[in-house]
């Protein structure tokens, strides 16, 4: 099965930036939408954002629409997520998944990786 590793994960202050990263083995992610989720403390995983296979169509959760931007490299079997201005709202554990096509916001695999701890200080 394929095994997902996010990083790039670390603590910042409101309105500064990191780009998350997301590198896949086992299989190739290329036929794969791909999304980024996160989980808040006693909150429930959301979704953030989705790509395509082609990267030629994203979707955005209303909250980081126009902050955020997901893309991929396919040849790097690899999925980035880049969030400007950022928001101590915007602290959570960031996973990703490759999602259902029908809807682009539901992971599709079953299992999660580890996750990487974003902190925004206020």
Not at 7 to 21: D, I, N, W
Not at 42 to 70: C, L, P, Q
Request: one cysteine or more; aromatic letters at 10%; glycine letters at 10%.
């Amino acid at each position: 099965q394929v095994q997902l590793e996010e990083s790039g994960g670390g603590l910042v202050q409101a309105g500064e930036s990191l780009r998350l990263s997301c590198a896949a083995s086992g299989r190739t992610l290329s036929l794969y939408a791909m999304g980024w989720f996160r989980q808040a403390p006693g909150k429930e995983r959301e979704f953030v954002a989705a790509i395509n296979w082609n990267g030629d169509n994203t979707y955005y959760a209303d909250s980081v629409k126009d902050r955020f931007t997901i893309s991929r490299d396919s040849a790097k079997n690899t999925v980035f997520l880049q969030m400007n201005s950022l928001k101590p709202e915007d602290t959570a554990v960031y996973y990703c998944n490759a999602v259902l096509r029908a809807t682009m916001t539901d992971p599709l695999f079953g299992h999660w990786g580890q996750g990487t701890q974003v902190t925004v200080s206020s």
